[in-house]
């Protein structure tokens, strides 16, 4: 899915698909493991779905901007 795809889904449907990719991911390892799956980039293409899925969860959507960075303050 893109992110504008995922971007139009609400955050139940964005945790059921988390579920499905999360399972899915989970499923290739086995296979992959056990030499039933030759296509070792598709792990990485789960990954960065769950990443953007995981994303899009944590930020918020009200229009509001996400809290700033964490800044150091320097030593005296």
């Known amino acids: 899915m ?3 795809e995922l971007q139009q889904k ?6 059921t698909i988390l579920a499905e990719a999360r399972e899915r991911l989970r499923d290739l390892r086995f296979r992959v493991a056990q030499d039933a799956h030759k296509d ?3 792990i990485r293409e789960v990954r960065t779905a769950i990443a953007r899925i ?4 944590h930020t918020p ?12 303050t320097p030593k005296t």
């Open 61 to 72: 959507r009200s229009g509001g901007q996400a809290l700033p960075p964490a800044t150091r």
């Open 2 to 4: 893109t992110l504008k």
């Open 40 to 42: 070792v980039r598709e």
């Open 10 to 15: 609400t955050e139940a449907e964005l945790r």
């Open 54 to 57: 995981l994303t899009l969860l």
